[in-house]
């Protein structure tokens, strides 16, 4: 029973306090935590003097030691209701990064579709579990996916079997409700081969407080499977959101992701998709819409491993306030996958003169019959775009909200959940609408 | 090898080297003691480790940091060694034919020292000043005061620093107000003692209204252990001024197992000080094992503007880590980015840029573009351009593709009677063509055959 002794960064032992290893009565579980909580200890918080974290400090963040809740508290349903997307057969709430079956709802899924707790599903689906739990997610350099793996008790799993459709959206909803805590959600996806799934995985709050949610979610998906996922971002103004999202794409299978990130006062989104089999493809689509002292950061990773694989990423920010936006796009092309098609967009608006933007978009190629671009852009409204809607007889205010509402809506409208592209409007409309 | 001989300092580096060159110089106290500090400050510093390319670690105390021909004094062109004019010969570089032909004023630098300058005369009676630092450290020590390290000051970075500690020689240029100057300036830079680092220092100076265009050509003959070569260029733009800068560069690159070759680790940045300044760089990198080097503008100025066109071409296993800087201050500062890398062999190429608008930079706007090509299967291409802005009445675009030559493209040439070997030259041309446009003629012509020869037998 090894109990945690001296992690070499202060923050990192505060934030791990309590957190033991060994109790796991499966031993791979057992072995992945405590090699997790090993790389924790190790590692230090990140500080803009890392590469990867040169535009967001945390330092904020580090200033309070944040604890796993207690006290299980139980919101009503009638708090819950809000973020119940209709569409969705299956739903699974977690509070404060506990399972809340009594907020779940279960519509009846069609054979070969599992959505259930991880500690629930380790009884049934063991085996799935253990060949990809901890497995995509990689924590040997990442600090905070070193933690939440250490930290694993409970969360999400999504199953679908070979060749099987889910017929509605299943909803993964993490909901913090108290000042201070920290919470550890954990999502594990798995679309076996042929299989098609729609998920849409949110993170939101029922307070105004200061809390952390570090998140990861692992994603694997068979020769030939679908996914399609939404990962909707709307925490509190004051909390903190950092989260890993690990996805594993093999031969012909198929990614989508659509990421809006509205909440927290810093938040920083990693997503990796290896394409670890040949045809496999991958669209990732973003929206960043923060305003305030709020920074957000999208850190994105393409890795083209196989030949014939193929990529579409747009990214876009809308940045009014004093706010800080960061995006940090690479797509990597490995030696011998060629004929690769990667295309990659980072388009940024400012709304106002305190707004600021970093965006670095990257290539790394070493194939040479694939086809890669890049572009990037940080701007304003056009004039010109103004010009034309005054001439039409709109204000120019009116006129700006109608064109920052058009450059978001965008992304959302390849959301595939008709509600939540309803929902997202009209929060990007209220957002951007500033007095007329 | 060529033989002349060399009046070399003992290996190492530390104080008392440093003394020595100053004094070798006759250098006044105030420049011992910036170069002195600029030594300590390096003492305090680590090697960058975070560019994209591989190299043993260098020993700094096994390089020569001070090497001289012995001192002659020159009247024309004709008393220069003839030893060391074969070696030119050599190179094909008829510095005298060229000089006539193409009334071009050569400041040529052997081994560190200013041997021959010519067309000093015609350069003095618009009142230009063109000679090796070395000579404006003694004839104009106060403009060379003002201006040295003003631009890239003695502790901005690890090979920097090392610079301001030891450079040797390196080129002055002094263009006074509303003096357009009256033929493009040109130093042909060459290294010759095997394992004596170079570290020229250029410094050039436009007054209000002035302008230039100034030319550095390099070769370097075979060697095979690696060659330091860590040189600071700075430019300095006054109100009104424009200062024109392009680079071929050609330096022994290491065999085809990739043994030996040049390590170019250079700082190049220019400062546009003034009001509606302008410097623009053009770049073409066939050579050296490794380059390091990313010739930035400092837009300081109202509406100055700064532009970046470079070519690098890496074969074998050379590796190079270029790009720019443009970091906007001053209000409707204007920028532009055409970089084009091409990679073959086993080499790795990476493009590496910022952009910064600064939050009082109203209405600057940029546009960059970086294209990448590779040819075969083992080369790497990267691209990580880094963008900053601060002020949103800023304007900037980045666009970046990789592509190869495409099958279609050559059969095309091909059936018009066209081979492989020359329809790729002819690609490539066209590929570079946005940058090669800058080149001032001759450079343009020799960059073209330069790109031709150093893919030679890539393209099979």
């Given at each position: ?135 995509h ?21 999504v199953?679908v079997?070979?060749?099987?459709q889910c017929?509605?959206p299943v ?16 999502c594990?996806v798995v679309a076996?081969?042929g299989a098609e799934l729609t998920l849409v995985e949110e ?14 979610t692992e994603v694997a998906i068979g020769d030939g499977a679908q996914v399609r996922h939404v990962r909707l971002q ?9 989260a890993t999202c690990a996805v594993a794409l093999a031969k012909d299978a198929n990614y989508a992701s659509h990421a809006i990130t ?7 989104h990693d997503l990796s998709v290896r394409q670890g089999g040949e045809g496999a493809e991958a669209r990732l689509d973003g929206l960043t819409l ?8 999208t850190h994105t990773l393409l890795d083209h491993g196989r030949p014939n694989g193929r990529s579409r990423q747009l990214h876009k920010c ?9 995006f940090s796009g690479k797509i990597a092309v490995a030696?011998?996958a060629?004929l690769t098609d990667s295309a990659q967009e980072s388009r940024n ?10 965006t670095?978009p990257q290539l790394e190629i070493?194939?040479?019959?694939v086809k890669c671009a890049h572009g990037a852009t ?29 450059f978001g809506a965008e992304v959302i409208d390849g959301i595939p959940v008709p509600?939540l592209v309803?929902?997202l ?12 | ?398 666009e970046a593709t990789t ?58």
């Open positions: 029973m090894s109990t945690v002794v001296g992690a070499t960064h202060p923050y990192i032992a505060s934030l791990l306090n309590g957190c033991e290893s060994g109790h796991d009565q499966l031993s791979w579980l057992g072995e992945r935590r405590a090699a997790a909580l090993e790389r924790a200890n190790a590692l230090a918080v990140p500080t803009t003097r890392d590469e990867e974290w040169r535009f967001t400090d945390i330092t904020p963040l580090t200033r309070v030691p944040f604890q796993p809740a207690v006290a299980v508290p139980h919101p009503g349903a009638d708090d819950v209701a809000k973020f119940i997307i209709p569409e969705a057969g299956v739903r699974l709430t977690f509070v404060d990064g506990m399972f809340a079956p009594e907020l779940s709802a279960n519509a009846g899924l069609p054979y070969g579709v599992v959505v259930t707790s991880l500690a629930a599903g380790l009884a049934t689906h063991g085996s799935v579990i253990e060949r990809h739990l901890a497995r997610a990689r924590f040997e350099q990442d600090v905070f996916a070193a933690l939440n793996t250490a930290r694993l008790r409970d969360g999400a799993l199953w079997a070979k060749n099987q017929p509605t909803q993964l909803l993490f909901l913090s409700t108290q000042k201070a805590v920290a919470a550890y959600p954990r594990l076996e081969a993170y939101a709050s029922l307070v105004d407080n200061a809390y952390f949610t570090d998140a990861v709307r925490e509190a103004r004051d909390a903190f959101h950092i509205l909440g927290a006062r810093i938040s920083r923060i305003g305030g002292r709020q920074l957000a950061d809308i940045v009014g306030g004093a706010a800080h936006a960061v030696p011998g060629q608006l400012l709304l106002s003169n305190k707004a600021h933007v970093d670095k070493f194939a040479d019959d940080v701007g304003q409204l056009e004039a010109e775009h103004l010009f034309y809607l005054q001439s039409r007889g709109l204000s120019e205010q009116r006129a700006r909200n109608l064109l920052t509402y058009a509600s309803e929902q409007e009209e929060t990007v409309l209220a957002e951007t609408q500033s007095a007329e | 090898m060529t033989d002349i001989e060399a009046e070399t300092a003992p290996r190492g580096l530390n104080e008392d080297i440093i003394r020595l060159i100053s004094a070798k110089k006759h250098e006044p106290e105030w420049l011992l003691e910036l170069r002195l500090k600029a030594y300590r400050h390096w003492l305090t510093m680590a090697e960058p480790g975070w560019p994209n390319v591989k190299y043993p670690k260098i020993d700094f105390q096994n390089v020569i940091y001070y090497s001289a021909p012995k001192p002659k004094k020159l009247k024309s062109m004709d008393e220069v060694d003839p030893e060391l004019l074969r070696t030119f010969e050599k190179l094909g570089v008829p510095m005298n034919e060229r000089a006539a032909l193409a009334g071009v004023a050569v400041d040529v630098i052997f081994d560190s020292v200013s041997v021959a300058t010519t067309y000093k005369q015609k350069l003095a009676e618009v009142g230009v000043i063109f000679c090796s630092i070395s000579e404006a450290v003694r004839d104009h020590p106060d403009l060379v005061r003002k201006y040295l390290g003003t631009v890239v000051p003695p502790g901005d970075n690890y090979y920097a620093a090392l610079n301001s500690a030891v450079f040797t020689d390196g080129s002055f240029c002094f263009i006074p107000k509303g003096v357009k100057c009256p033929m493009e300036l040109s130093t042909y830079f060459r290294i010759n003692t095997q394992e004596s680092g170079q570290f020229e220092r250029t410094l050039i100076i436009a007054e209000e209204g002035a302008s230039v265009s100034y030319l550095e050509g390099c070769t370097a003959p075979k060697f095979d252990s690696n060659q330091l070569h860590a040189a600071v260029v700075e430019l300095v733009a006054l109100d009104d001024a424009d200062i024109k800068y392009s680079t071929v560069q050609n330096w022994y690159a290491g065999n085809e197992q990739g043994v030996g070759g040049i390590y170019n680790f250079v700082t190049k940045r220019g400062l546009c000080k003034g009001a509606n300044s302008k410097i623009s760089w053009t770049q073409v990198e066939t050579g050296s094992a490794i380059t390091w080097k990313y010739p930035s503008c400092v837009l300081l100025g109202d509406n100055s503007i700064g532009e970046f066109y470079s070519v690098a071409l890496t074969n074998h296993h050379q590796q190079a880590d270029t790009g720019t800087k443009m970091v906007h201050i001053g209000r409707n500062t204007r920028s532009r980015i055409i970089s084009k890398g091409i990679s073959a062999g086993q080499s790795n190429n990476s493009y590496r840029g910022l952009v910064k608008i600064g939050a009082r930079a109203e209405g600057a706007r940029n546009f960059s573009q970086c294209d990448s090509m590779l040819i075969g299967t083992k080369c790497g291409a990267n691209t990580f351009p880094y963008i900053q802005v601060h002020n949103n009445s800023a304007k900037v675009e980045h592509s190869k030559i495409g099958e279609d493209q050559l059969f095309y040439l091909a059936q018009r009677g066209i081979g492989a070997e020359e329809a790729v030259s002819m690609i490539i041309n066209g590929f570079c063509r946005d940058v090669f446009q800058q080149l001032p003629m001759e450079f343009a012509v020799e960059a073209t055959k330069l790109l031709g020869l150093k893919l030679e037998g890539s393209v099979g």
